[in-house]
């Protein structure tokens, strides 16, 4: 095979006149003057960002451009932001979104029913992944944080999963300024905020001096009660609402406690957690069916309340849960 011809030069020294000495001067100080340096961008305002969020330590030098929400919480914050054209990809939603939020979720596409696989969440080309459960960064699936680092994507988990203290209404408040922050948009998540602490004042005005009720979280189980611990926001809701949780002790935001042990804690109320594919009605039957239970008081006097999972983690329903869950422990009030 031949090479490719090259094309021939000319030197400048074989033309037959040459150029005076003097000549060349002017034109050998232009090749050997400095290039103009081409300005730097620049930076958007607020940036660069420094955050750490449940230990891992990261520096914006832009807002994210193609973000990937993995849970419905932390989707909704993103909305409520209005954020949704930053948003390339979602996943995972426990029950029906936000109606305030739908047409912009509507405009996002969905990569997975639950979470997306690590090849479907690649191929959306995401810069960011927010994630609202420890679960959204599985290791085993190959979507560990560390991993997603190493493929050039920044990420986040919702504050509640992170290894800390009780979760309360300033990690919410923090969770969404910091969020604000990350996407340049820190204006919208001080409105947020104001507004999320003008609706929790007045459901504390309204309950407040009311004699806590003893409650019980019912999120599913048959051989366990899978209930709400102290740690996550659950416990908050339920304490701003004007209630007691009988498993406040429980060192994590969500686990299982013994059928004899709600017995012994005799809760007033049953908080019944609604998502999935068992329904409300089916886990109160359960309840009210198991002759263990039958004098336990939210049982025996049929005290149930309701609400959707997605009230009860750490996103922008909390506000507006506590005034439900308070409507429904005192309705008098």
């Given at each position: 095979m031949s090479r490719p011809r090259r094309a021939q030069l000319r030197s400048p020294w074989s033309r037959r006149t040459l150029l005076p000495a003097a000549a060349l001067l002017p034109l050998l100080a232009a090749c050997s003057a400095p290039t103009a340096q081409t300005?730097?961008?620049?930076?958007?305002?607020g940036f660069p960002y420094t955050v750490t969020n449940c230990g891992v330590k990261t520096t914006y030098q832009a807002p994210p451009k193609r973000a990937v929400t993995m849970n419905q919480h932390v989707t909704e914050i993103m909305l409520a932001l209005g954020l949704e054209k930053s948003l390339v990809g979602t996943a995972y939603l426990d029950d029906a979104i936000l109606p305030a939020y739908k047409k912009a979720y509507d405009s996002v596409p969905v990569l997975a029913k639950e979470y997306?696989?690590?090849?479907?969440?690649?191929?959306?080309?995401?810069?960011f992944v927010y994630g609202g459960y420890s679960s959204a960064f599985a290791a085993k699936d190959g979507r560990s944080r560390d991993d997603l680092e190493r493929a050039g994507i920044d990420t986040r988990l919702d504050t509640e999963y992170c290894p800390s203290g009780s979760t309360s209404v300033d990690d919410l408040y923090r969770e969404v300024r910091e969020t604000g922050r990350t996407f340049g948009v820190p204006d919208r998540a001080e409105a947020w905020i104001r507004e999320a602490r003008a609706t929790l004042d007045a459901t504390g005005k309204r309950v407040g001096?009311?004699?806590?009720?003893?409650?019980?979280?019912?999120?599913?189980?048959?051989?366990?009660?899978?209930?709400?611990?102290?740690?996550?926001?659950g416990n908050e809701i339920i304490t701003r609402a004007g209630g007691r949780n009988v498993f406040a002790d429980l060192d994590k935001p969500f686990g299982d406690a013994t059928w004899e042990q709600v017995v012994a804690r005799a809760p007033e109320v049953v908080v019944i957690y609604d998502y999935g594919s068992t329904t409300v009605e089916q886990k109160k039957k359960r309840l009210l069916d198991d002759p263990a239970l039958k004098d336990v008081p939210a049982i025996r006097n049929r005290r149930f309340a309701v609400m959707p999972l997605s009230d009860t983690v750490l996103g922008v329903r909390v506000p507006a849960a506590v005034g439900k869950l308070a409507a429904q422990l005192h309705p008098a009030r």
């Open positions: 300005p730097a961008a620049k930076a958007a305002p997306p696989s690590k090849e479907a969440l690649l191929a959306a080309n995401p810069d001096g009311v004699e806590p009720v003893s409650v019980l979280v019912y999120d599913s189980g048959d051989k366990t009660a899978f209930t709400a611990g102290g740690k996550g926001i």
